[in-house]
């Protein structure tokens, strides 16, 4: 047994070091995006633990502002390298830069917490640390350059049957538990004196046999964290084991046509195959799978590749096979993803992502959900909203930033032309399809406002083939088991090269076609007309945490100014 002073912790374990603990904190937190298994998930418990000993050692240190900066970016920029790096598939640079750009964020509620830990006390401070995460959580929803892969909630994906409980808290009850956990292990291993919470400094501790700074043995002080984990399990199993899919069925076909997004599906590709024959794939892979009982098609995100413009849409010759089509189904309805142009009559109606041509006028290219109820009805459309920053989405400062990089597809702003947002299926009254693309699938509220609005279906369209075989389109294909369990409706899901198929009221997901190749799946998915409690509240929880982040940040500075008490 040693006395440990600040003079001598930097000779302390080389498990203490900022590098170790900031790489071991990235790992376990990694874990949560694993496609691998299913116990992963359980390194999210202990994920912020490393970060919290690292923060604590410089608190004991004193070290200066940069250093705790650094070490506290490290971490952060580890956990997303090794969490989205592939984003880097489809382009080098804009995947080093989403990474660099989002950790430096990330380290923003860390840096509010250190401040409010000095200013406040830690007592205030560690309980301020969640607050600050899940408001900028919430935060990172909604604005230009949203990007919520890494909510922590999000890290149960690959285990729906852990969080059936999303139904009433939203995928933000996850961010809660994991912190919650994390916490109560923290305050378990580390001795409180350390912390400030008791008298005592952490210039007079003695180190155990770990030679890590005030961390106690394991003993009964795990009792809490054990409970805090297993206690929220036992209630999903239990909703888990009681929960009956619910709502009339009706039977649905999802289509994959495994064009290569790379060397095949666009005009100017290596291998281009041209648009008719991508056309006539589709529909007869529509075919195969079709039955007296087939109510509703789904064909993948930009299925309908060329430019579609809509005021003059019925005189494409494309449309009209497609119309033929229908008319050879009757009470068969399509909804496909298609690239569409959206054109303005003048500047002043034009919206804020338009562009012009003197060939064109005003206009706008959509990413866009088209809905064929039937062989003569009108072409109705969803232009997707929540668009993907710095790919479909550029802020205004950002636009000569990005204007060079291919991050896949089309590159600038894509037009989000408000337009019917819910397909009404005529030949299946209780039918209503709300469109989600792609990207779309990974935001809670935002899904569950059209659920709310009378959507009983959740129509997912994608081409995630963008970034290759790697964990990411994995990663969305299993977020979309969390909207499934937030709103409690099926999900169809019809992706250009896989995941194509089906995820029930419960998260699991089924009818799973085989990655690339051409195939459809048919199913029977039920139609579930209640709406939970997430789905009439929203996120409760990130509202709730942004309104005292911000009391918290208005005391800090109160206190900055009020200065040292006499």
């Not at 700074?213 to 009681?242: D, E, H, K, M, Q």
């Amino acid at each position: 047994m040693k006395l440990i002073t600040p003079t001598n912790l930097a000779k302390t374990s080389p498990a203490a070091h900022p590098v170790a603990l900031a790489a071991l904190g990235a790992a376990l937190l990694w874990t949560g995006w694993s496609t691998s298994g299913t116990l992963w998930p359980l390194g999210l418990f202990v994920g912020w633990v490393p970060y919290l000993l690292m923060e604590r050692r410089f608190t004991q240190q004193g070290a200066r502002k940069g250093r705790v900066f650094a070490g506290t970016y490290l971490f952060v920029l580890l956990w997303n390298a090794s969490t989205t790096w592939w984003v880097s598939y489809a382009d080098l640079a804009a995947g080093i830069a989403a990474v660099v750009l989002n950790a430096g964020l990330m380290c923003l509620p860390l840096m509010a917490f250190r401040q409010t830990k000095k200013r406040l006390g830690p007592r205030i401070g560690y309980l301020a640390l969640p607050i600050y995460w899940i408001a900028f959580e919430q935060f990172h929803l909604r604005w230009d350059v949203t990007w919520p892969w890494l909510t922590l909630g999000n890290g149960f994906a690959a285990v729906p049957q852990w969080v059936q409980w999303y139904e009433y808290t939203g995928f933000l009850g996850g961010s809660v538990w994991v912190w919650v956990v994390n916490l109560l292990v923290f305050f378990a291993v580390v001795d409180k004196k350390t912390l400030g919470f008791t008298t005592g400094t952490a210039a007079a501790v003695v180190a155990g046999p770990a030679d890590l700074v005030g961390v106690r043995p394991f003993g009964t002080r795990f009792l809490a964290p054990f409970l805090a984990i297993i206690l929220p399990l036992v209630l999903s199993y239990a909703i888990g084991a009681t929960y009956q899919e619910q709502g009339p069925g009706a039977e649905v076909v999802v289509v994959q046509p495994n064009f290569n997004p790379y060397t095949e599906k666009f005009a100017g590709a290596a291998d281009f195959v041209s648009y008719d024959v991508q056309l006539t794939r589709l529909l007869d892979l529509s075919t195969r799978q079709l039955t007296p009982q087939t109510r509703l098609v789904l064909w993948p995100e930009t299925s309908l590749a060329d430019y579609y413009v809509e005021k003059t849409i019925d005189a494409n010759p494309r449309i009209r096979r497609i119309r033929a089509w229908l008319g050879q189904h009757p009470g068969v309805a399509l909804v496909t993803g298609m690239t569409s142009v959206v054109t303005y009559p003048n500047k002043e109606s034009a919206s804020e992502t338009a562009r012009f041509r003197d060939d064109a006028g005003y206009y706008d290219v959509c990413n866009t959900v088209a809905y064929l109820a039937s062989a003569t009805a009108p072409v109705q459309f969803y232009h997707k909203e929540r668009l993907v920053p710095g790919v479909e989405k550029v802020p205004p400062f950002l636009t000569a930033l990005v204007s060079h990089i291919d991050l896949g597809g089309y590159v600038g702003s894509y037009g989000t032309v408000p337009e019917t947002t819910l397909f009404r299926v005529p030949g299946a009254p209780a039918l209503v399809v709300r469109p989600l693309v792609c990207y779309e699938s990974i935001y809670g509220d935002f899904t569950a406002q059209y659920v709310r609005d009378g959507a009983n279906l959740l129509g997912l369209v994608t081409n995630d083939a963008w970034w290759y075989d790697t964990p990411g389109y994995r990663q969305l294909l299993r977020l979309g088991a969390l909207r499934a369990i937030e709103t409690r409706r099926d999900l169809a899901r019809a992706a250009n090269t896989g995941f194509t198929g089906f995820i029930n009221q419960k998260g699991a997901l089924t009818q799973l076609a085989p990655t690339w190749v051409p195939t459809a799946s048919r199913a029977i998915v039920h139609l579930n007309d209640k709406l939970t409690f997430y789905t009439r509240v929203g996120e409760y929880i990130g509202r709730g945490c942004q309104a005292l982040a911000l009391l918290l940040l208005g005391w800090v500075i109160a206190r900055a100014f009020a200065g040292p008490k006499n």
